[in-house]
């Protein structure tokens, strides 16, 4: 290349550098002037990492019609210690290296990648700043095998590394004298104003991973003043125990990658708290990573509420499967019935003429229906009470007589379970209540007994004091455990495990919800193995 091409190289750099556009474009622009002039199809600039341990890829030039896709995409995953590879060895050496075939050179790991993309010749020059400091190194790439008349004359060499490395070395001096509030919008007074009024923890740490910034969650959180914060290592303001917890992503952070991730933590003035960390790193104008970002937020509520959500979405699979074994078991009978009265027209036996036959069959098919109605309808209460306030309409009942009639209306079902029923208390007692609800109430409070408590006596009793009516059962089964005394008056919820009773669950649930829309009251006292009360409290008026 004769010296006066060299020299004109050297000048259109020089004017691509005094642009002023940001350093990825101007690098990206030489290292394009320096291609075209050359008839290099792609040039690549490393920069030596802040830690002086690798060269990783800053910007990339190419001619636009040359795709190159395969040596492209792993030169953005690379990076290069010294000696290895092109960039490696021009770094170690301090001095531009020419391969004339790339695919068949024993020190360049991207061999195989070049081959895809039919590239062959390489040239390597370095970036020099003070005392002759390789800052980086600038590499080309051509289609064809390179010969030992293209190289650049020396002095060129030497100038295209200074120009391109004072420029480095420029951009690098004015990042390291920029103020941290320059990174942080360039108002310390505003974004402190700002990010104090947030309940969100936001902080910056630096490449040593002390907090440059905090806002004022901090101080509330962590029950430190700033001036105990900033400068100190993130471990000792996080505490060991948080620290080893997101040291991992703290260190994928500085490496320059996004990071997203949840924890959880103990704080002194807070307590335990479920934690979501976001990192973003921040880089120089040379894509050397200064820190990061951080903003935690606390999402202890949310994990709450995805807890109730589960245990709702548990209990309703739970429901669902209870539901279709409670409605199968009348639904059973029900078909074998049905199954043999078929047969019996076919064969057009004479039984079917036998009335007592006939009533036999009847009222154990209506006893099953009446099963089948009345799940149905527990069901679809259920749901209303869910999904809006009861519609109460309130007019004088005789409470005493009213618990009477339920008791009178499942004396097979108390016969069936072999439970004796003793009624004690008022004859008469008058109170302003819905009638309808309030039997649903009582009626799945004796469902309950007659469930749990078969073979043994119960007592029921109706008494007023204070103004206000009391319904007691007390039954001698093996009574409930303190801890389940609440939780059975919840949605779906026994006080034994599923496959152990029936029931849909909801039976003390909506005598509960039916019970606090009259104004009133209902719990349960126990003890495992002494039976249960049930006491219903309700306002006369």
Not at 190 to 211: F, G, N, Q
Not at 458 to 474: D, I, L, M, P, Q
């Amino acid at each position: 290349m004769l010296e006066s091409e060299n020299s004109q190289v050297c000048d259109a750099v020089i004017r691509e550098l005094s642009k002023g556009s940001d350093a990825k474009s101007t690098i990206a622009a030489t290292l394009g002037v320096i291609g075209k002039a050359l008839d290099w199809k792609i040039g690549i600039c490393w920069i030596v990492a802040s830690d002086n341990k690798a060269l990783y890829p800053f910007c990339i030039w190419k001619v636009e019609a040359f795709e190159a896709k395969e040596i492209l995409d792993a030169t953005l995953r690379l990076r290069f210690g010294p000696g290895i590879g092109l960039p490696g060895r021009v770094w170690k050496s301090a001095q531009p290296a020419w391969i004339s075939d790339v695919i068949r050179d024993s020190n360049f790991p991207r061999a195989q990648i070049a081959a895809k993309d039919g590239l062959h010749g390489g040239m390597g020059l370095p970036l020099f700043g003070a005392k002759n400091e390789v800052l980086g190194v600038i590499e080309f790439f051509s289609e064809r095998e390179l010969s030992s008349d293209e190289h650049l004359l020396p002095s060129t060499i030497s100038k295209l590394g200074e120009l391109i490395g004072q420029y480095v070395l420029r951009i690098r001096s004015k990042r390291a004298s920029a103020p941290l509030k320059s990174t942080l919008k360039q108002d310390d007074r505003l974004l402190k104003l700002v990010t104090d009024a947030m309940p969100s923890l936001i902080s910056y740490i630096d490449s040593e991973e002390k907090c440059r910034f905090a806002n004022g969650a901090y101080e509330r959180w962590f029950g430190l003043d700033r001036s105990q914060i900033l400068g100190q290592p993130m471990k000792k303001v996080f505490g060991e125990s948080l620290y080893i917890s997101i040291r991992p992503y703290v260190q994928r952070a500085l490496l320059g990658y996004p990071v997203h991730f949840e924890t959880h933590g103990h704080f002194s003035n807070m307590g335990d708290r479920h934690l979501e960390f976001t990192c973003v790193p921040d880089f120089s104008e040379l894509q050397e990573i200064r820190g990061f970002f951080v903003l935690v937020n606390d999402i202890s509520e949310r994990k709450k509420l995805e807890t109730v959500l589960k245990d709702s979405l548990r209990k309703k699979d739970e429901f669902l499967m209870l539901a279709s074994h409670e409605l199968r078991t009348p639904l059973t009978p029900l078909t074998l019935q049905v199954q043999f009265l078929e047969e019996k027209l076919e064969q057009d036996d004479p039984i079917l003429t036998d009335k007592g036959f006939i009533r036999k069959f009847v009222d154990a098919i209506r006893r099953e229906v009446d099963r089948l109605r009345k799940l149905v309808e527990d069901m679809l209460d259920s749901a209303r009470v869910l999904r809006e306030n009861l519609p109460i309409e309130k007019e004088e009942v005789d409470l005493s007589r009213l618990v009477r009639n339920v008791l009178e209306e499942n004396g097979t079902q108390l016969r069936s379970a072999e439970c004796q029923v003793t009624v004690v208390g008022e004859k008469v007692l008058l109170a302003k209540l819905d009638p309808y609800w309030i039997e649903q109430a009582i009626r799945h409070l004796l469902s309950n007994v007659m469930k749990f408590c078969a073979g043994s006596p119960f007592e029921v009793s109706v008494t007023k004091t204070n103004g206000t009516a009391v319904v007691f059962f007390r039954d001698h089964g093996p009574g409930i455990a303190k801890a389940d005394l609440e939780r059975i008056f919840h949605r779906f919820e026994r006080a034994t495990a599923p496959n152990h009773s029936g029931g849909l669950g909801i039976g003390l649930f909506m005598s509960r919800q039916i019970v606090e829309a009259h104004g009133g009251r209902i719990h349960a006292e126990s003890e495992l193995g002494k039976g249960s009360i049930f006491i219903v409290e309700l306002p006369l008026a």
